[in-house]
């Protein structure tokens, strides 16, 4: 249980904005962790190779996650589905990512479940659909999606590949008021070898100790990360909606001391998604942007973004996954309507 705050502080660095808000998932955990007992952190290399392991994430906009709490039935409701289907009872749960609540709130469904934690998620950082994990990159059928909401709904799909699986579980999620639990990918611990991203657990726990205690946060984090920083200035401007089980618009951070005259943009769909400065874009996904407090550098999901809030925005390099041509096809900015070629934050921010 001691181990949830950096957990929290970590997954909401790795988030970049999504993933929903990690004081919810703390106090889950917290909760779970007292009532049902510690859960174990294991690798796939402690699990047998049949074993099945439950990828786990709450799906939907996160300014309204945030406000409609998962219950508890939610996870019991899908592990009955997933012993149904297969015949068997789940091994373990996983994140589907470790960003942001979907990283701290597995804690606390696994506890419920009296099941292990996989030390590993599909995406090492947030992204807001439904294909856009290692699992689809890696080429895994995307033949199984089950759903749970709050009202006691079970929907079981079967799309006829990723693509299908966002937008029949999307449609699922806005009809459940834009949020409900999901698991997707259920697989063997086999199966998971080579196609999800192995210690992310772990390194939310590194991210989130390493500001702990330290006379400079921000720096602390950000060599960390080996990120690069952006800017530093004062939020002017955020517009936000709420529309298709997203959280979409634009945020705008006017430069303070040595970055004063300068003005960034950047482009949210849950997660920030893209850098821009004069019209040039200095990092894009799937690298990392992060929002955080310049002073404690916390980070700060979309949904709590406000005018007037002192920030730095941070940026540093995606699992190398993501820079393949699946990855990018899956989650780079064209794949998110933007006409942009990737480009390695490494390059782009070379001369901030």
Known sequence: MSD?????????????????????????????????GPVPLVSLADLPDDALVVPLSGIGAPTVSHEMIHSEDEPRRVAEEVERIFGRKPSAVMSSEIGGSNGVIPVAWAAQLGLPLLD????????????????YVAGLPADLVIMSDVQGNVVTIRPVDGLWSERLARAVCVAAGSSALM????????????????????????VGRATEGVPDP??????????ARLVTGKLTDVER????????????????????????????????????????????VPDLITVVDTETAAAIQTEGLRYGQRVTVLAWPCDPLWRTPKGLETAGPRAFGYELDYVPVEELSAHV
């Open 218 to 227: 921000l720096g602390a984090l950000q060599n960390r990360l080996g990120a």
């Open 120 to 135: 590993a998620d599909g995406m090492g950082r947030a992204f807001p659909e439904v294909q856009m994990v290692s699992m």
């Open 241 to 284: 909606r709420t529309t298709g089980g997203f959280v979409r618009g634009t945020a705008t951070v006017e430069g303070t001391g040595d970055d004063r005259g300068r003005t960034l943009t950047l482009e949210l769909q849950n997660e920030n998604l893209v850098a821009i400065e004069d019209g040039r874009p200095l990092a894009m």
């Open 183 to 206: 698991a997707d990918y259920v697989l063997t611990a086999a199966g998971a070898r080579g196609a999800v991203i192995e210690g992310t657990v772990t390194y939310a726990l590194e």
């Open 4 to 36: 949830i705050p950096a957990l929290a502080r970590g997954c909401a660095v790795l988030g970049t904005g999504g993933g929903g808000d990690v004081r919810t998932g703390s106090l889950a955990a917290v909760r779970a962790i007292r009532e049902y």
